[in-house]
């Protein structure tokens, strides 16, 4: 079933080769908000193995309001009709999950009615699609903006009860060269809320396509192997994955609050070293990073073998071109 589903989207948003952080937000145009391709059962089984591990562990609330928490689901529900009638239906009560057999009966405020295994509507809902999902809200009154829902189970290596309950501002405090952006935090929020839908990219450094990075590793795994991020050449594999993050930002003015799905996706080292442009791209927005930077996406130990390892390429290219020339030059003078 899942074999026959698209190809994924392939993201390479490295578009200038500058390394920035920048709000980015696009317009979403005719794009999906929710991807389904044949990698679905690889995402539905991480989020399984999360569930299994300590649900707890990958999803979290603070002050999330039954209104806030009724439209949420309100959207996730149409919204999945809507993209992709083919995988889910709904009459009314009962929403029909095709690619993962789920039916979820919601009442008529979008809650679960009951469920042996989801805890709420939100939880079942975020098992159905491949995305995270966080939800933001806003009291205007106090004023205060929080992070109020938060289904992470493809963390890059950050945790959801490090975020859950805490503004736009601290959010995102740790990233390197945020200090900038987050002057226009308050704006940034009310732009969530009251305009878009938008998306922006995000890309980091890995060593594997595991899309659960939690910083705390679950029980059984050696701590350090977890983790990756470490710079290793073997054979023919590559040693790095390129770790892209699509980020899609629905606004609720209605109840003052905003929905953000996050989809992880990876491109193989290998295949952008073999792109002169793409190579070029990668080498550029690397060495454009501060020492801040490369510290914060994991890059500090193994910076210079990256960049010797593409550099190694360009040199290959330079060689066969040499080659190629003096070939054609030999040839010329020995018909």
């Known amino acids: ?53 300590n649900l707890k562990k990958y999803f979290l609330t603070q002050d999330y309001s039954p209104t806030v928490s009724r439209e949420v689901n ?24 095709a690619l993962t057999g789920d039916e979820l009966k919601l009442d008529s405020n979008y809650e679960l009615v009951s469920h042996d295994k989801y805890v709420s509507a939100f939880d079942a809902l975020c098992s159905q699609v491949q995305e995270d999902i966080a939800v933001m809200r806003r009291d205007t009154s106090i004023p205060k903006n929080w992070l109020a829902a938060l289904h992470l189970c493809s963390p890059s290596h950050w945790a959801a009860s490090q975020k859950i309950g805490k503004n736009f501002f601290d959010i995102h405090s740790p990233v390197a060269g945020i200090e900038k952006l987050n002057k226009f935090a308050d704006n940034l929020v009310d732009t ?13 450094f890995g060593t594997d396509d595991r899309l659960n990075h939690h910083p705390d590793a679950p029980p059984g795994w050696d701590p350090a192997e977890w983790k990756g991020r470490t710079f ?42 073999r792109s002169q442009r793409e190579r070029s791209l990668l080498r550029a927005g690397l060495l454009s990073m501060t020492p801040e930077s490369r510290i914060y996406k994991g890059l500090d130990s193994c910076f210079d073998e990256i960049i010797s390892w ?3 390429a360009d040199e290959a290219v330079f060689m066969g071109i040499q080659v190629s020339a003096l070939e054609s030059l030999d040839s010329s003078v020995n018909p």
């Open 74 to 97: 309100r959207f996730l529900v149409h919204q999945f009709v809507k993209e992709h009638p083919t995988h889910f239906s709904w009459d009314g009560s009962t929403l029909q999950c």
């Open 1 to 53: 079933m899942f074999e026959d589903l698209p190809q994924p989207t392939r993201y390479f948003p490295i578009e200038r080769g500058v390394y920035e952080v920048a709000a980015g937000l696009k317009p979403l145009g005719q794009e999906h908000v929710f991807q389904i391709d044949n990698q679905f059962e690889k995402y539905r089984t991480n989020k399984e193995a999360c569930r299994a591990e």
């Open 310 to 312: 593409l550099d190694e």
């Open 192 to 204: 969530m809320i009251r305009k878009g839908p938008f998306s922006r990219f995000v890309w980091s």
């Open 232 to 273: 290793r050449r073997t054979g023919n594999g590559s040693p790095f994955m390129l770790r892209v993050e699509r980020q899609v930002l629905w606004g609720l003015p209605e109840v003052d609050a905003s929905v953000f799905m996050i989809r992880t996706s990876f491109v193989d080292g290998n295949e952008i070293r």
